[in-house]
């Protein structure tokens, strides 16, 4: 992507910094952020921050492409408070297709892939269904998709599904501390000599993707004027015992994990992407493993 004006919500946040910062050598970039759980010092010299919330109506609208990654992202942001998440998650959505598709022929959104079954691989087609309240307003963010495309014939709306996310605290999912992925929850414990807490027996798989590799299928998405929804994964995936076991060895550590029961009903226990469609449309396939992702979490600590 070259030469255009973009808008990233939920920009000073993981992903939206780091999609942010990838495009502004080539790009005017802006990153709208209320700060709920982002931060600009996330953000590179060359991206433009606001401070703002979806829900507002008096950020700059006039991009040529959207990425909307704003949202209350987890399972429990919304079970704390349902009214405010889908306010966020649902009207936040429409509000910013509303306000830029005069000027934007391009939005690509983020998805969810937790109500995918524990029979992988996931695959875009996979029969949904919502049962958390994250899932229902993240999967109406769909309906609103399909609404818009067929409605609009000069707009395209895509949704990435992403896989389990991460990079590290060493970047930039330092500032969400417990929303941040197990994986670099997990380093930051196991470098200081503690013990991370598996739940279950550890035998539960994740996807593991690296954020770099996300920004990349984000921008590839856009490039393409791709219509309706992609996963974004790495289509191999690890157990958190054998997680555990590729931390000790990128931090040179022997440590033993402690167990708990799964405190959560409809707990996803298995996870791995179909990347087939993604790769198909765009050429796209992750380049950072994760066995090298892992050493890359855990260098900061192995580097001092």
Not at 35 to 59: A, C, I, K, M, Q
Not at 106 to 133: F, K, L, Q
Not at 137 to 150: G, K
Not at 184 to 205: E, F, H, I, Y
């Amino acid at each position: 992507m070259r030469d255009k004006r973009v808008l990233v919500t939920g920009g000073a946040g993981f992903v939206g910094s780091t999609l942010a910062n990838a495009l502004a050598p080539e790009n005017e970039v802006l990153a709208l952020d209320d700060l709920y759980l982002g931060t600009p010092d996330n953000l590179d010299d060359g991206v433009e921050f606001v401070r703002g919330s979806v829900l507002d109506d008096d950020w700059p609208a006039d991009v040529d492409v959207v990425f909307h990654l704003a949202a209350l992202s987890s399972r429990s942001m919304l079970e704390e408070n349902p009214e405010r998440g889908t306010r966020v998650n649902v009207e936040g959505t429409v509000n910013v297709v509303e306000r830029t598709r005069e000027h934007a022929d391009t939005v690509v959104y983020a998805g969810t892939s937790s109500m995918y079954d524990d029979d992988p691989p996931a695959r875009e087609d996979d029969r949904v269904a919502a049962a958390t309240c994250y899932e229902a307003a993240m999967l109406s963010r769909d309906r609103y998709m399909e609404y818009y495309n067929a409605y609009y014939d000069d707009l395209s709306v895509a949704s990435a599904r992403f896989s389990s996310v991460y990079e590290g605290y060493g970047g930039n999912e330092a500032h969400k501390g417990g929303y941040a992925n197990t994986v670099s929850q997990w380093a930051a414990k196991m470098a200081d000599g503690g013990r991370p807490v598996l739940w279950g027996d550890g035998s539960q798989t994740r996807d593991y993707v690296h954020v770099s590799d996300v920004a990349r299928a984000l921008e590839a998405i856009a490039d393409e004027r791709l219509t309706g929804a992609y996963n974004v994964g790495t289509g191999e995936n690890y157990s958190f015992e054998e997680t555990v076991a590729l931390l000790n060895d990128a931090l040179g550590t022997d440590i033993t994990p402690e167990y708990e029961p799964v405190p959560l009903a409809n707990y996803n226990y298995q996870q791995r992407f179909d990347v087939t469609k993604l790769r198909g449309a765009t050429g796209w396939t992750p380049t950072v493993s994760f066995p090298e992702g892992v050493r890359r979490v855990c260098a900061p600590y192995v580097d001092g």
